[in-house]
């Protein structure tokens, strides 16, 4: 039988670096072996309706609240005392603006999961990992907006300092940051699991769409030739009724 000790050891200290690992490996694995599958797959010609507004919810939120957990985890403690910004006032923040982004993330979770599953043509079209990543993230959210209510009980920082320090440390290879946080509420230890194991399942879904932007530009920097692109006029087409292969000599 697992023991608590093993459980947060293996959740704060070991699954971490196995899904950074996953994630890196998959993400250059699948993008050099299968380019054209990292797409959106977007099924918005089956049916617009319901899709235009839970979709702006749904990005907009989620891409607020992963550049506010980006920010808000490794931003280095000192560089706040260095500012001058009371490790409260970043709490209050983090709760306002990540608050506000969650319900709108989850508002619009909700709504492509039901046009997913109420729209007979749509789920024809879905995926067993479509709809798993989609209700993974929605009940992440939801964890993610049921922390909050703990996070008003201590609007300090006190609780959010540690979770910095522990992110910083896995990011340095402090292979004993795992017992800085052992102790926190059982829904952070929900929240930090479901979004190490959405992290694990990110290359292998519609997901990896959202790196495009970076790996694009890379892969252009470093392509091994130039494209020669030519007009149409400077192009010689063939004479109508001659041969477009030169004949064996």
Request: charged residues 15%; aromatic residues 12%; contains cysteine.
């Amino acid at each position: 039988m697992f023991t608590n000790f093993d459980i947060d050891y293996f959740i704060f200290g070991i699954m971490p670096y196995i899904a950074l690992t996953v994630l890196i490996v998959g993400c250059i694995a699948r993008y050099e072996r299968d380019p054209f599958t990292w797409k959106s797959s977007s099924s918005q010609l089956l049916r617009r309706k319901q899709l235009v507004m839970g979709s702006i919810l749904f990005h907009v939120g989620i891409i607020t609240v992963f550049g506010g957990h980006l920010i808000g985890l490794f931003t280095p403690v000192w560089i706040l005392d260095a500012l001058g910004i009371p490790h409260a006032l970043k709490q209050w923040a983090a709760v306002i603006l990540g608050g506000t982004a969650g319900i709108a993330a989850l508002i619009g979770a909700s709504m492509l999961i039901h046009r997913r599953v109420t729209d007979p043509r749509i789920w024809r079209h879905t995926s067993f990992g479509d709809i798993g990543i989609l209700v993974l993230i929605w009940l992440q959210l939801l964890i993610g907006l049921g922390t909050i209510f703990l996070t008003l009980q201590h609007m300090d920082g006190v609780e959010m300092v540690r979770f910095m320090t522990w992110s910083q440390s896995v990011i340095l290879l402090n292979l004993n940051a795992w017992a800085m946080v052992v102790d926190v509420h059982w829904l952070y230890k929900a929240h930090i699991f479901l979004g190490l194991l959405i992290t694990m399942l990110f290359p292998f879904t519609r997901l990896v769409h959202m790196v495009s932007g970076f790996a694009a530009p890379f892969r252009f920097l470093l392509r091994p030739g130039y494209q020669l692109v030519r007009s149409r006029r400077q192009v010689a087409l063939p004479k109508r009724g001659t041969s477009k292969t030169t004949p064996a000599e």
